[in-house]
């Protein structure tokens, strides 16, 4: 059985310990070259941009994530937090940009197409998505493509592959103080946040492009092939 993250293998090894399984990390595209010589527009480029992009379910934290940024943004003045998403928490998401000190600061971009969504990614100076029990989140994946450092939960499948201060932080779920610090962190260092991002594009790059894992694959189920052969002709 093949799954996509040790944490996810853990669990159903549980469920099933008779079973052989065996971890394949999810893979990504590297942004098109056209998306990358697209410049920001003319009302962002004086901003610093941390984005989100997520379903807007309860266990995705986005309100976690608002009340984060609410308590460090007066000290970022260019700082705003533009967020894609929609879903069935929208309303309680609203709710939590009505109650922000910094409404100003906080964009709902709604539903967007994939490739506004890359694009996005390439704009921000950072990507945060602070949801728990997250299998792996490919999202992870694509901002880091785009170079950017993340913020993610450290109970997810995607700290498998991100280390906590190399390639953005991990903190605990639903953690309001420790992703504000983290927020903080990114937010007054340029030069660590933008080395953070060469070292998430730099992973990406080396490890978990589709291609590299496509070439993976392959050798695992060649293996499994011919493991089975030699089972049944033992």
């Not at 937090?81 to 922000?100: D, F, M, N």
Request: hydrophobic share 45%; charged share 20%; proline share 6%.
């Amino acid at each position: 059985m093949l799954t996509v993250s040790q944490r996810m293998a853990t669990n159903l090894g549980t469920l099933f310990p008779q079973v052989k399984i065996q971890v394949a990390h999810n893979g990504v595209h590297l942004p098109p070259p056209e998306l990358r010589s697209t410049p920001r527009p003319a009302a962002l480029k004086d901003k610093v941009i941390l984005l989100a992009c997520a379903l807007f379910a309860e266990r995705k934290g986005i309100p976690v994530l608002i009340e984060a940024f609410d308590r460090v943004a007066d000290r970022y003045p260019n700082a705003i937090l533009r967020i894609i998403g929609s879903g069935p928490a929208e309303a309680a998401i609203q709710a939590s940009v009505a109650r922000s000190t910094h409404q100003a600061a906080i964009q709902l971009l709604g539903k967007q197409p994939h490739s506004d969504v890359l694009q996005e990614m390439l704009w921000a100076d950072c990507f945060a998505l602070v949801g728990w029990d997250e299998p792996f989140a490919t999202v992870y994946l694509e901002a880091m493509a785009a170079g950017k450092p993340i913020i993610c939960c450290d109970d997810g499948g995607i700290t498998d592959v991100v280390e906590n201060g190399t390639q953005g932080y991990t903190v605990p779920p639903r953690s309001i103080e420790a992703t504000a610090e983290a927020i903080d962190r990114l937010l007054s260092n340029p030069a660590q946040r933008m080395q953070m991002g060469q070292n998430a594009q730099h992973l990406i790059e080396q490890h978990l492009t589709w291609d590299v894992k496509a070439k993976e694959l392959i050798q695992t189920m060649e293996a499994a092939v011919s493991s089975s052969f030699v089972s049944r002709s033992i």
